[in-house]
Nanobody
Framework: QVQLVESGGGLVQAGGALRLSCAAS????????AGWFRQAPGKERDFVAT????????YYPVSVKGRFTISRDNAKNTVYLQMNSLKPEDTAVYSC?????????????????WGQGTQVTVSS
C-alpha cells in the first residue's frame, strides 16, 4: 500500500510559478509510474502530466505542455510538478497518483494510489 502526500500549493498571481511535491511512503516508489491530475469545481478530473518509473518518459496535454514539468527523485520517493507561467484557468486541486506499471498513461482510471490533493489558485 502506497501513501501519497502532496504539498506546495497556494495562491499565486498569473504569470507566476509554483512547485508541487508528492512524497510517497509504504512502497518501493521506483516501481510505480507517477502522474499529476487536477480538478476544478464543477469540472471533471483532468490529466496534467505523467512520468515513467525510471523517469525516462514523460507526457503532457497541450494545455500545460511547455509550462509544466514533471520530475521525480526515486531516492527521495518524491515526484514534483514545476508549474511556470501560470494562468487563472490552472486553478484547481492538484493530486498526484501512482500506478504499478512502467507508464501511467493519461487516464485517471489506470492509477492505483492517490494523494489527498493540494489547492492551487491563480489570480488574474
Amino acid at each position: 500500500q502506497v501513501q501519497l502526500v502532496e504539498s506546495g500549493g497556494g495562491l499565486v498571481q498569473a504569470g507566476g510559478a509554483l512547485r508541487l511535491s508528492c512524497a510517497a511512503s509504504g512502497g518501493t516508489f521506483s516501481s510505480y509510474a507517477a502522474g499529476w491530475f487536477r480538478q476544478a469545481p464543477g469540472k471533471e478530473r483532468d490529466f496534467v502530466a505523467t512520468m515513467s518509473r525510471s523517469g525516462g518518459s514523460t507526457y503532457y496535454p497541450v494545455s500545460v505542455k511547455g509550462r509544466f514539468t514533471i520530475s521525480r527523485d526515486n531516492a527521495k520517493n518524491t515526484v514534483y510538478l514545476q508549474m511556470n507561467s501560470l494562468k487563472p484557468e490552472d486553478t484547481a486541486v492538484y493530486s498526484c497518483a501512482a500506478r504499478a506499471r512502467n507508464f501511467g498513461g493519461y487516464s485517471w482510471h489506470g492509477y492505483d494510489y492517490w494523494g489527498q490533493g493540494t489547492q492551487v489558485t491563480v489570480s488574474s
